[in-house]
T-cell receptor, first 111, second 116 residues
């Protein structure tokens, strides 16, 4: 699986958009970009994923650059409950596609 | 949506004893499940891939005789930490994906193991 690079930590004001970047310059053509988050002492929660098109769901938006070497997760209106560690993972999408977690970004949403 | 249940959520055991952790997919079948370990303030580390009806595949550096994995059905995988020691104290997490589903792995809520 391709290696990802994320900032160690970020702060965001409550109600503002949180933009979390991820670099994955060695991503292969068949690898998807996945985002998960982990709230303290819980299992990771799936947020969103994409291959090359931008994606949006009820939780977030995912912007993938045209060369697919980086992406940005956008939480449009961050709340205090969005404080968590956010992991960007690239992975082939098969039943045996294992997820290799990097260090992630600790997002702290402040009032 | 897909739900993965882990049991127990917390366990304290004495050094030298064995502990079994269960991972169940509640509303879907999973041919493959993954087991992770997470030490405090660290990321998740993949330990092994559990395959229904066959032997698990362990990551480099993970002792297969110490961390026994059994995936006897399409909805249940178990991880047994044998002869546990304090250094095995960690947060253990499983994940699974519905067979045939295109995307999205669901993670269990994790098991906090403390060996005293």
């Amino acid at each position: 699986d391709a290696k990802t690079t994320q900032p160690t930590s970020m702060d965001c004001a409550e109600g503002r958009a949180a933009n979390l970047p991820c670099n994955h310059s060695t991503i292969s053509g068949n690898e998807y970009v996945y985002w998960y988050r982990q709230i303290h002492s819980q299992g990771p929660q799936y947020i969103i994923h994409g291959l090359k098109n931008n994606e949006t769901n009820e939780m977030a938006s995912l912007i993938i650059t045209e060369d697919r070497k980086s992406s940005t997760l956008i939480l449009p209106h961050a709340t205090l409950r969005d404080t968590a560690v956010y992991y960007c993972i690239v992975r082939v999408d098969t039943n045996a596609g294992k997820s290799t977690f990097g260090d992630g970004t600790t997002l702290t949403v402040k009032p | 949506g897909a739900v993965v249940s882990q049991h127990p959520s917390r366990v304290i055991c004495k050094s030298g004893t064995s502990v079994k952790i269960e991972c169940r997919s509640l509303d879907f079948q999973a041919t493959t499940m993954f087991w992770y370990r997470q030490f405090p303030k660290q990321s998740l580390m993949l330990m092994a891939t559990s395959n229904e009806g066959s032997k698990a595949t362990y990551e480099q550096g993970v002792e297969k005789d110490k961390f026994l994995i059994n995936h006897a059905s399409l909805t249940l995988s178990t991880l047994t930490v044998t002869s546990a020691h304090p250094e095995d104290s960690s947060f253990y997490i499983c994940s699974a994906r519905e067979r045939g589903r295109v995307y999205g792995y669901t993670f269990g809520s994790g098991t906090r193991l403390t060996v005293v």
